[in-house]
Structures are given as C-alpha cells and as structure tokens.
C-alpha cells in the first residue's frame, strides 16, 4: 500500500503535525509525504525512513504522483484521528538538529560574549493570524536581559536585525541578532536554537521547533489564545520542556515576564558544552 501525506499552513503548525509521521514507521506502508520546501532536510534528517519526500507544497504543477501514483491520501495533522487519544500521544522529540550548523553557531554566539546563552522573539504570526496579540517590543524583554548572559534574536521578520542593532546601541546590552532566523533553509533556525541554552519566545513558530527538537523553552502566550496553547503550566503537545507563562490581562505581558525572570533565576541557568 502506498499513502501520500500533504502537509499543514503554517510552518509551526507543519513541525508540529511531523510528530504524527512516527506512527507509520514499520507499518509495511510505502510512504509518500510532500513537505514545505525550507523543511526538506529536517524532515530527510528527521524520517530516514520515508519512502519519499518531496519538497512540493508550494509548487503549482506536481510531477510525483504521476511515478507513486497513491492507494490512500491524507493530510498529515488528520492522522491523529487514527493513532492520537487522551493520554497515549508520543510527547518525545523527533526533530534532528544538524550537528555541524549547530557548532557553527554556537561558535558564532561565543564571540558575542559569555553564556548563558538565550535566544528569544518578539513578534508572532501575519495578520490575519492575529499578530496583534501574540505581539510584543524588543524593549519588554530589557528585565529578562539584565539578568545577564548573551542574548540572540531569533526573530525572522524583515526589520529584526535593525531593530537589534539599535537596542544594543541604545542600551549597551549583549544582544546580537542570529542572521540564520532569516534563512530560507529552516535547518539553520533549528540549528541555532539548538546552539543555545535557552529560548523565550511568543507564539510563533520558535516554539514547536524547540518542542518538536526538545530544547527547553518559554511560551509568552496572551490571553486571546489560539487553541494550541491551552491552559496550563506545559505545553501538551511536546514534553515537559516547553513551559508557558499565560497572559492574565489583555496586552500585558508584564506578569508573564516577571514570572519568566523568576523561573530563569531559580534555575540559574549555566552554558552548557556543545559537542563538536
């Protein structure tokens, strides 16, 4: 039997909906499964067991089916409906980072200065998805920088690396912009995400490819929440390694900093040695 698989929107939604992927392996299925262009190495790193993969979800005229013509097609996300109950989802990463782009920014980020080192964004979504008020400033996180360590954007919109750059000079924080968010090639947010030591990001895509490669991480979600993000101190769709700190009033995103410094203080956070 051979099943082609079509993916999810956005790219959050598309790593997160790759978890599902797993419950095919060894399944005597042939896999067909089309992906985003930007994820194509990931998932051939991620799932060397599929069949084939193409990097096709964004081409108009497709030429695959016509040589793996399917028995059954589906889209990726509806596979829960066979294989996701309450209780038996598999919670543990599947994503895997390339270990010589993962060097090659940890490297980058030693220059900036010393660890911890933390990645974070600001900005979440377009705006027919509600960026509004998964939105914050560069400036909020001013608390949560003067803590200390190293501080890397990963904020991949057009205008974060000026917006960077000016807030360094402004303030005379170690705060550096990652050009990698910017890649087309998603191998390289993942890879420096893996680089650091920890992430504070709003919802956006940062916060299933941390959940999806297991990387420790914060979630600021506001009050008007998709329902991804439902209440509670974990993120239910990854492990334990994906807090969230819930807005309690609209726009005010000062409790869940504030409670983001304390956790971070409590941890006491230390860099940890990349593996060459």
């Known amino acids: ?13 598309r790593l997160l909906a790759a978890n599902l992927l797993r419950n095919l392996q060894g399944k005597g299925i042939e896999v067909v499964y089309e992906c985003h262009p930007r994820l194509e190495q990931i998932m051939r790193r991620s799932f060397p067991w599929i069949d084939h993969i193409f990097p096709t979800s964004k081409t108009d005229y497709i030429e695959w ?31 895997a980072p390339n270990s010589d782009l993962v060097q090659k920014y940890r490297t980058e980020f030693e220059s900036y200065g010393p660890g911890p080192y933390y990645a974070f964004t600001w900005k979440g979504g377009a705006l027919k998805t509600n960026t509004k008020y998964r939105t914050m400033k560069l400036r909020d996180f001013r608390p949560l920088i003067e803590m200390g360590g190293t501080w890397i954007s990963m904020q ?5 690396k000026g917006k960077v750059e000016r807030f360094r000079e ?11 968010a910017q890649q087309s090639d998603y191998d390289h947010t993942l890879s420096a995400l893996a680089a650091v030591d920890y992430t504070i990001t709003v919802c956006n ?28 101190e974990h ?21 869940p900093l504030e409670n983001t410094r304390k956790y971070l203080e409590s941890c006491n956070y230390r860099s940890r040695t990349i593996a060459a």
């Open 235 to 255: 993120f239910p769709w990854y492990g334990d390694h994906i807090r969230q700190e819930h807005q309690e009033k609209d726009m005010d995103w000062s409790a």
């Open 170 to 180: 402004e303030t005379g924080l170690p705060v550096f912009h990652c050009d990698g």
């Open 156 to 160: 991949y919109h057009d205008e974060a």
């Open 65 to 95: 089916p016509k040589q793996y013509p399917p028995d059954y097609k589906i889209a990726v996300m509806s596979l829960a409906k066979l294989y996701w109950s309450e209780g038996n989802m598999d919670r543990t990463p599947y994503l």
């Open 1 to 13: 039997m051979r099943l082609a698989l079509w993916d999810e929107q956005g790219i959050g939604d």
């Open 205 to 232: 895509s940062v916060v299933h490819t941390c959940g999806a490669a297991g990387l420790p991480c914060t979630v600021l979600v506001p009050k008007k929440r998709a329902w991804r993000y439902p209440k509670g």
